[in-house]
Nanobody
Framework: QVQLVESGGGLVQARGSLRLSCEAS????????MGWYRQAPGKQRELVAL???????NYADSVKGRFTISRDNAKNMVYLQMNSLKPEDTGVYYC????????????WGKGTLVTVSS
């Protein structure tokens, strides 16, 4: 099992910045990639950014150039630096981890709320 705990959410004004953190614990040696997803009120959960164990990254078009995903393997941490935030970035942000067995994320955190005011 892998446990994921997010932190860093909060209320920020438009054009501001936030940094989300995700701490992983447990059997993390089997994790091949990690990601951030978000769910806005009344909408389905969507992918924000992914990072593989080799550091390769992928972003949703809506956040390219504004968000940066990174990882610190020594600390078992994954981060999401969010700049130039927009009200439409509001939502619950979830950290997720993939063991590489099914193509889907296998583990999820409980989420951290990000609210961007206009």
């Amino acid at each position: 099992q892998v446990q994921l705990v997010e932190s860093g959410g909060g209320l920020v004004q438009a054009r501001g910045s936030l940094r989300l953190s995700c701490e992983a614990s447990g059997r993390i040696i089997n994790i091949i990639r990690m990601g951030w997803y978000r769910q806005a009120p009344g909408k389905q959960r969507e992918l924000v950014a992914l990072i593989t164990s080799l550091g390769r990254t992928n972003y949703a078009d809506s956040v390219k150039g504004r968000f940066t995903i990174s990882r610190d393997n020594a600390k078992n941490m994954v981060y999401l630096q969010m700049n130039s935030l927009k009200p439409e970035d509001t939502g619950v942000y979830y950290c997720a981890a993939d063991r590489g067995l099914s193509g889907d994320m296998d583990y999820w955190g409980k989420g951290t709320l990000v609210t961007v005011s206009s």
